[in-house]
């Protein structure tokens, strides 16, 4: 069996895929267990933050495996396999080791060093635990994941690197300034009650905000979530638990609003922060256009401005007029419908007037074919001759200075991306978090912890290339105590005369001579088999013991149940 690891991640797919696949936790549940039952899968868990989904599973098949995996992932996810494939990455023995060794230091972190990480494997390997889809190979590489994360936070200075989500999406509403300076006094407003609001609404009080208020859809989580900022020793803030119902009252009321439920659908609206704008400003809330123009919302149909009037038939003194607008300036249709006296008229007009265009003509500089072929192609697709004057500069409206600050660590997301657009508000959401991560710089302690995760990579590899031969060394020493077993029966019908004292030491005798001989080769084959490529090892001590491999298995069945129910006592 192998492990093998599919998922996607805010490093191989954009927002909008993530977002769309992101798993509740029913939905978790179900594709952990729907993993086990598929044929090529003996363990199966599946880790799931707001920015990457990632199924870990133990196979007997790599092509098989990646396969099923790859289709439960889209199943469970709704996203069609043909949309999903161009995004998915796929980790095999070693190199799924060194990623999820990776995770769990902050390395493939969004904001990298976080810390956080580790809580989110650790409820993983529970759920996993709990359905006793994890067996010896997910337990002990998971449980290794979390000691490699520790290490690397103990040893290194990574936690200079990174910090949370949280701290990482307040420092952007803050534009980069110091987030205790910002948010001092500040009424904030945190909906959900889950591990990263917690997260948020705590960062929040240490930071110095007058107010937190908690709404969550079970009240009773908000309640509790209150109290424990109330009771805090650390903050004096004023903490207090709302319905959902209340959210849009709070809304006018607070600067700082940051959300991050299990929802599948929208919980803020543009609308309703709209209305919470208007609410505190007594005006509108003015919807932002891309080239610096605003407008108050909703939003209106834009139309589009008629282009000038052409310049062609202008000319002083010329009688006709083809400033009218449905006339083009090309061919037959700019004199369609005109009587002949208005042609015989332009018919003079132009011959008297040829003499003082020739004069014109020589005092003008010469003109290049090739542009005169440029300008009549620009003639002919914008239907009039371009200006050559420098257009007049357009003063952009500045944006006002936020009265309200959104954070949405949801995914899917909580608020509507159109608020963006809206005047008076900052909106940091997972998206704009990612785009800000990749210019944030590593800390030199990085490299360090790249090293930790290689060395410990490569002895998990030994510690598991060992473990595969450990059921084979059982197996050869169970076969040797049975063996002993029967030659002292027959020893005793051929000998009844022998008392039990010397019973005891011919027993003793026969048991020293079979483990003297089986240390040398069981410990030698550990050693060997913990090398790269030594699997072979296993194979061969079969061969040579002529071992049942019915009876290896069985062994390692044995083991690998007691490990599955291990996690769940």
Known sequence: MSLLVVGLSHRSAPVSVLERAALS?????????????????????????????????????????VAELSTLLAQHSGVGLDELTPYLYVHYEDRAVHHLFSVACGLDSMVVGEGQILGQIKDSLARAQELHTAGRLLNDLFQQALRVGKRAHTETGIDRAGQSLVTFGLEQLASGGAVEKWARGKKALVIGAGSMSSLAAATLARAGVGEVVIANRTFDRAERLAQILNQADDTDVSARAVPMESVRAELTRADIAVSCTGATGLVLCAEEIAGAVEGRTGRPARVEEAAGEARTAPMTDVRQTPLPPTSVGADENCPLDLTTPGFSVMGEAAVAGMDAATLEQHAAWAAGSAVERREAARRAPEVEPELISALAATAATVGRVPELRKPE????????????????????????????????????????????????????????????????????????????????????????ADVMASEIARLDGRLPGLD??????????????????????????????????????????????????????????????????????
């Open 393 to 480: 500069p357009v003063a952009e409206v500045p944006r006002p200075e936020p009265v309200l600050f959104l954070l949405d660590l949801a995914m899917p997301r909580d608020i509507d991306a159109a608020v963006h657009r809206l005047a008076g508000v900052r909106l940091v959401d997972i998206e704009s978090l990612a785009e800000a991560s990749a210019d944030a710089p590593m800390a030199a302690d990085v490299d360090e912890v790249r090293r930790i995760v290689s060395d410990e990579v490569a002895a998990f590899g030994a510690a598991l290339r060992a473990a595969h031969i450990t059921p084979t060394v059982v197996a050869l020493r169970t076969m040797a």
């Open 25 to 65: 936790a029913d939905a978790q549940v179900k594709l952990v267990q729907d993993t086990v039952a598929a044929e090529p899968a003996a363990e199966a868990a599946v880790l799931a933050t707001c920015n990457r989904i990632e199924l870990y599973a133990d196979v007997d098949k790599f092509h098989a495996g």
């Open 500 to 569: 039990d004292k010397q019973r005891g030491e011919i027993r003793q005798a026969v048991h020293r001579v079979v483990d003297k001989l089986l240390h040398a080769p069981t410990v030698r084959v550990k050693q060997l088999a913990a090398e790269p490529g030594g699997a072979g090892y296993a194979d061969a001590l079969r061969t040579l013991f002529d071992l049942d491999p019915e009876t290896v298995a069985s062994v390692s069945r044995a083991e690998d149940s007691t490990e599955k129910n291990r996690g769940s006592r």
